[in-house]
């Protein structure tokens, strides 16, 4: 026949299996975190390529004063603009996964306490 557990080991278990589940999201947080900020990266020199590109286009539009370079800097200029706000976004949900992750480093140490 089985054993009727005590309160205090249900109450044992319950924590064991709160901490576990805080500790699996917070895992989940940090990976994604983390990959983010390696896409950060990569966009923050992507977008010095664009916007330096953007930059020369322009310089070259003035010179020429021709409507193809006039039209290649205003693309220019559209993809560097596109890449912040791609940037902006991943900042943005870079920043929301911090808040979550000191949420939930608050809950561990709540619990703690």
């Known amino acids: ?7 205090g080991t249900t109450s ?8 576990r589940s ?3 999201r917070l ?10 900020r390696q896409e950060l990266l ?24 021709t409507p193809l370079a006039a039209a290649e800097h205003r693309d220019a200029t559209r993809a560097a603009a596109a890449l912040q706000r791609d ?3 991943i900042k943005n949900q870079l920043e929301e996964l911090e808040a979550k992750q000191d949420q ?10």
């Open 104 to 113: 939930l480093l608050d809950q561990l140490q709540e619990r703690q306490s």
């Open 22 to 24: 805080v500790e699996k």
């Open 42 to 65: 990569v966009l923050d020199e992507q977008l010095l390529q664009v916007v330096d590109e953007a930059e020369d286009s322009r310089l070259r539009s003035l010179v020429s004063e």
């Open 12 to 19: 044992q278990v319950g924590e064991v299996l709160f901490r």
């Open 1 to 7: 026949m089985g054993s009727t557990p005590t309160p």
């Open 27 to 36: 895992k989940a947080v940090t990976d994604e975190a983390r990959r983010l």
């Open 87 to 89: 940037r902006d976004a």
